[in-house]
């Protein structure tokens, strides 16, 4: 109860977004809010702008104009880094996995964990704390792996995209972005992240995800908003949506009315 309590109300938003790239304005008046604990769908077409506005989310991209809300409170981001220090992170398209390395080293990936040497130095890696770690935070998502020390590359293509979405779970404090989450996966894979989604929603966090995988998104959604040319054209509620009506917003169809 007392972790609900200090939930803040919203997320992650972006209201009233603008971003150009010289003669190009990719947003000129997006809003999206995230409120904790509820999956937020992104959709529109390609060109639309939901690459630049996940971007700006994330502090790759800085705003021209606008607010920025992370945990209720309104901020500015200058770097990826400062993104991830508010409690934000992504799950992006490609994983951004190491295939090489363990399931656990590519949790800790940057955030390893050390233990003192000789004299109080810093120096060896704790490959059990880590391990601890890996395996809670997996088992918190109902995530499971034939091993944490196999490597990702033998993993399955869910299974990889577990890793990840585990990964940025142990890592965020208020919000989890995903780029095409089941691009690329079959349909028990996608069903399978669909099911994170929900988990990781039901922990508190608040989840924005981009995807052109229209009827899972739908399904998996609370709410639902549509970019067309930059702007916001329909923020509602997934549950009275279908994917025609998705599909002719994105197309702008029907902007005049649902803007």
């Not at 000129?28 to 630049?52: M, R, W």
């Not at 690329?184 to 994170?196: H, K, T």
């Not at 702007?231 to 009315?257: C, F, H, N, R, W």
Request: net charge negative; hydrophobic share 45%.
């Amino acid at each position: 109860m007392s972790n609900e309590a200090t939930r803040p109300e919203i997320a992650i938003a972006g209201r009233h977004l603008a971003k150009r790239f010289g003669h190009v304005q990719a947003l000129s008046d997006a809003s999206i809010t995230v409120p904790s604990g509820k999956v937020v769908a992104l959709f529109g077409d390609n060109g639309a702008g939901k690459s630049t506005f996940l971007k700006l989310l994330l502090g790759i991209y800085q705003k021209d104009a606008g607010e920025l809300i992370i945990g209720d409170e309104q901020v500015e981001l200058h770097s990826v880094r400062d993104a991830q220090q508010l409690g934000v992170d992504c799950v992006y398209q490609d994983l951004a996995l190491a295939p090489d390395l363990s399931v656990v080293d590519n949790m800790f990936l940057g955030h390893e964990l050390t233990r003192p040497g000789a004299l109080g130095w810093a120096g060896f890696v704790d490959r059990k704390e880590m391990e601890e770690r890996a395996d809670a935070a997996l088992r918190n998502l109902s995530i499971k792996l034939p091993s944490l020390r196999v490597a990702v590359q033998d993993l399955s293509g869910g299974q990889r995209q577990a890793v990840a979405v585990a990964r940025a779970v142990m890592w965020s404090r208020t919000a989890v972005l995903m780029d095409e989450p089941t691009a690329a996966l079959g349909a028990r894979q996608s069903e399978i992240v669909c099911d994170l989604m929900r988990s990781v929603a039901e922990s508190g966090l608040g989840v924005l995800v981009v995807s052109h995988d229209l009827p899972r998104a739908l399904k998996v959604a609370d709410t639902v908003n549509i970019l067309w040319r930059g702007k916001t054209a329909l923020e509602a509620p997934a549950a009275g949506l279908t994917v025609p009506e998705v599909v002719s917003t994105m197309v702008g169809y029907q902007v005049g009315e649902a803007a």
